[in-house]
Protein backbone atom coordinates (compact mmCIF):
# COMPACT_ATOMS: atom_id res chain seq x y z
CA UNK A 1 0.00 0.00 0.00
CA UNK A 2 1.27 3.40 -1.17
CA UNK A 3 1.42 5.82 2.24
CA UNK A 4 0.55 9.56 0.86
CA UNK A 5 2.70 12.46 2.48
CA UNK A 6 1.15 14.07 5.63
CA UNK A 7 0.66 17.79 5.45
CA UNK A 8 4.16 18.01 7.80
CA UNK A 9 6.34 16.57 5.40
CA UNK A 10 4.30 18.55 1.90
CA UNK A 11 5.15 21.81 4.16
CA UNK A 12 8.78 20.19 4.43
CA UNK A 13 8.96 19.41 0.64
CA UNK A 14 7.82 23.04 0.05
CA UNK A 15 9.73 24.95 2.61
CA UNK A 16 13.16 22.89 1.02
CA UNK A 17 12.05 23.59 -2.73
CA UNK A 18 11.98 27.06 -1.89
CA UNK A 19 15.17 27.30 -0.01
CA UNK A 20 16.78 25.44 -2.78
CA UNK A 21 15.36 27.80 -5.52
CA UNK A 22 16.77 30.70 -4.02
CA UNK A 23 20.07 29.37 -3.65
CA UNK A 24 19.92 28.50 -6.78
CA UNK A 25 19.18 31.99 -8.22
CA UNK A 26 21.86 33.38 -6.20
CA UNK A 27 24.23 30.99 -6.72
CA UNK A 28 24.12 32.10 -10.70
CA UNK A 29 23.63 35.68 -10.07
CA UNK A 30 26.75 35.87 -7.73
CA UNK A 31 28.54 32.53 -7.38
CA UNK A 32 28.30 29.55 -4.90
CA UNK A 33 31.28 31.16 -3.06
CA UNK A 34 30.06 34.80 -2.56
CA UNK A 35 26.53 33.37 -1.56
CA UNK A 36 26.14 33.32 2.13
CA UNK A 37 23.25 31.17 4.13
CA UNK A 38 21.60 34.12 5.52
CA UNK A 39 21.15 35.60 1.78
CA UNK A 40 19.92 32.46 0.38
CA UNK A 41 17.19 32.45 3.94
CA UNK A 42 16.28 35.73 3.48
CA UNK A 43 15.26 35.92 -0.19
CA UNK A 44 13.48 32.27 0.26
CA UNK A 45 11.45 34.39 3.10
CA UNK A 46 13.16 31.61 6.04
CA UNK A 47 15.49 32.05 9.37
CA UNK A 48 19.28 31.04 8.73
CA UNK A 49 17.90 27.54 11.63
CA UNK A 50 15.44 26.65 8.90
CA UNK A 51 17.90 26.65 6.21
CA UNK A 52 20.03 24.34 8.28
CA UNK A 53 17.47 22.04 9.42
CA UNK A 54 16.70 21.30 5.81
CA UNK A 55 20.31 21.24 4.35
CA UNK A 56 23.43 20.96 7.30
CA UNK A 57 25.36 22.95 4.56
CA UNK A 58 25.66 25.15 1.29
CA UNK A 59 26.93 22.65 -0.45
CA UNK A 60 24.26 20.04 0.65
CA UNK A 61 21.82 22.57 -1.48
CA UNK A 62 23.90 20.92 -4.61
CA UNK A 63 23.04 17.66 -3.44
CA UNK A 64 19.38 18.78 -3.90
CA UNK A 65 19.55 18.72 -7.60
CA UNK A 66 20.76 14.53 -7.22
CA UNK A 67 17.73 13.44 -5.11
CA UNK A 68 15.51 14.69 -7.33
CA UNK A 69 16.60 12.58 -10.12
CA UNK A 70 16.05 9.96 -7.69
CA UNK A 71 12.55 10.81 -7.33
CA UNK A 72 12.60 11.04 -11.37
CA UNK A 73 14.13 7.42 -11.70
CA UNK A 74 11.70 5.77 -9.42
CA UNK A 75 8.48 7.59 -10.70
CA UNK A 76 9.85 6.11 -14.67
CA UNK A 77 9.89 3.04 -12.93
CA UNK A 78 7.20 2.80 -11.01
CA UNK A 79 4.60 4.31 -13.80
CA UNK A 80 6.32 1.99 -16.51
CA UNK A 81 3.70 -0.65 -18.32
CA UNK A 82 3.88 -4.09 -16.87
CA UNK A 83 5.00 -5.25 -20.33
CA UNK A 84 7.79 -2.83 -20.78
CA UNK A 85 10.65 -5.47 -20.59
CA UNK A 86 13.83 -4.29 -18.68
CA UNK A 87 16.33 -3.17 -21.78
CA UNK A 88 13.61 -0.98 -22.58
CA UNK A 89 13.31 0.65 -19.10
CA UNK A 90 16.70 1.04 -19.14
CA UNK A 91 16.31 3.01 -22.57
CA UNK A 92 13.44 5.13 -20.52
CA UNK A 93 16.00 5.56 -17.48
CA UNK A 94 18.46 7.01 -19.04
CA UNK A 95 16.33 9.02 -21.85
CA UNK A 96 14.21 10.45 -18.68
CA UNK A 97 17.43 11.59 -16.70
CA UNK A 98 19.16 13.58 -19.76
CA UNK A 99 16.06 15.24 -20.75
CA UNK A 100 15.78 16.52 -17.03
CA UNK A 101 19.19 17.45 -17.65
CA UNK A 102 18.75 19.30 -20.63
CA UNK A 103 15.45 20.78 -19.06
CA UNK A 104 17.46 22.34 -15.93
CA UNK A 105 20.63 22.90 -17.91
CA UNK A 106 21.87 26.23 -16.27
CA UNK A 107 21.15 24.33 -12.95
CA UNK A 108 23.12 21.73 -13.77
CA UNK A 109 26.17 23.28 -15.41
CA UNK A 110 26.52 25.44 -11.85
CA UNK A 111 25.80 22.05 -9.77
CA UNK A 112 28.61 20.26 -11.77
CA UNK A 113 31.16 23.31 -12.10
CA UNK A 114 30.73 23.72 -7.75
CA UNK A 115 30.45 19.60 -7.10
CA UNK A 116 33.98 19.04 -8.90
CA UNK A 117 35.62 20.98 -6.43
CA UNK A 118 34.09 18.95 -3.43
CA UNK A 119 36.67 15.91 -2.59
CA UNK A 120 33.79 14.19 -0.96
CA UNK A 121 31.65 13.97 -4.04
CA UNK A 122 34.38 13.09 -6.58
CA UNK A 123 35.58 10.25 -4.23
CA UNK A 124 32.61 9.40 -1.77
CA UNK A 125 29.09 8.43 -3.62
CA UNK A 126 26.41 11.13 -2.95
CA UNK A 127 23.19 9.21 -1.39
CA UNK A 128 21.70 9.71 -5.12
CA UNK A 129 24.27 8.72 -7.22
CA UNK A 130 24.23 5.14 -5.09
CA UNK A 131 20.48 5.07 -5.06
CA UNK A 132 20.24 5.54 -8.70
CA UNK A 133 22.62 2.42 -8.93
CA UNK A 134 20.79 0.48 -7.12
CA UNK A 135 17.51 1.55 -8.85
CA UNK A 136 19.57 0.19 -12.27
CA UNK A 137 21.43 -2.77 -10.88
CA UNK A 138 17.93 -4.21 -10.46
CA UNK A 139 16.64 -3.47 -13.93
CA UNK A 140 19.99 -5.03 -15.21
CA UNK A 141 19.48 -7.96 -12.53
CA UNK A 142 16.54 -8.57 -14.27
CA UNK A 143 17.14 -8.48 -17.81
CA UNK A 144 20.23 -10.88 -17.37
CA UNK A 145 17.63 -13.52 -15.58
CA UNK A 146 15.52 -13.20 -18.46
CA UNK A 147 18.18 -13.42 -21.07
CA UNK A 148 17.78 -10.11 -22.89
CA UNK A 149 21.52 -9.02 -22.14
CA UNK A 150 25.09 -10.88 -21.31
CA UNK A 151 25.12 -12.22 -18.11
CA UNK A 152 29.03 -12.26 -18.31
CA UNK A 153 29.79 -9.35 -16.30
CA UNK A 154 27.93 -8.30 -13.02
CA UNK A 155 24.87 -6.86 -12.81
CA UNK A 156 26.24 -3.76 -10.54
CA UNK A 157 29.32 -3.54 -13.43
CA UNK A 158 27.58 -3.04 -16.04
CA UNK A 159 24.92 -0.82 -14.14
CA UNK A 160 28.27 1.31 -13.31
CA UNK A 161 29.33 1.44 -17.46
CA UNK A 162 25.65 2.65 -18.24
CA UNK A 163 25.55 5.17 -16.04
CA UNK A 164 29.38 6.65 -17.21
CA UNK A 165 27.89 6.84 -20.23
CA UNK A 166 25.01 8.58 -19.36
CA UNK A 167 27.76 11.17 -17.43
CA UNK A 168 29.03 11.42 -20.73
CA UNK A 169 26.13 12.50 -22.65
CA UNK A 170 25.48 14.95 -19.33
CA UNK A 171 28.24 16.69 -19.98
CA UNK A 172 28.06 17.27 -23.18
CA UNK A 173 24.50 18.66 -22.79
CA UNK A 174 25.64 21.18 -19.51
CA UNK A 175 28.51 22.09 -21.95
CA UNK A 176 26.11 22.91 -25.08
CA UNK A 177 27.94 20.18 -27.37
CA UNK A 178 25.07 17.94 -28.20
CA UNK A 179 21.26 17.88 -27.90
CA UNK A 180 19.39 15.32 -25.56
CA UNK A 181 17.59 13.11 -27.93
CA UNK A 182 20.61 12.77 -30.14
CA UNK A 183 23.04 12.13 -27.71
CA UNK A 184 20.15 9.86 -26.12
CA UNK A 185 19.82 7.98 -29.60
CA UNK A 186 24.16 7.48 -29.91
CA UNK A 187 24.20 6.60 -25.91
CA UNK A 188 22.12 4.07 -26.50
CA UNK A 189 23.85 1.90 -29.20
CA UNK A 190 26.90 1.94 -27.16
CA UNK A 191 24.93 1.10 -24.41
CA UNK A 192 23.03 -1.64 -26.49
CA UNK A 193 26.38 -2.75 -27.89
CA UNK A 194 28.23 -3.04 -24.68
CA UNK A 195 25.15 -5.28 -22.98
CA UNK A 196 24.00 -7.57 -25.31
CA UNK A 197 27.43 -7.88 -26.42
CA UNK A 198 27.48 -7.49 -29.96
CA UNK A 199 27.49 -4.57 -32.91
CA UNK A 200 23.55 -3.02 -32.61
Do not use: C
Amino acid sequence: MIQRPGLREKKNAQVKEALYTAAMELFQEKGFDETSVEEISERAGFSRATFFNHFGSKSAVLRHHGLEMVDLVQHVIENADRSTDPVELIREVIGAMARYVEEHREEARLIYTYSLRDPDYLFEPTVARKRVWELLTRIVTEAQGQGQIRADMPAGEMALHILFLYQGAVLSIVSGLGKAESLIRSVWQFILGGIKGGDY
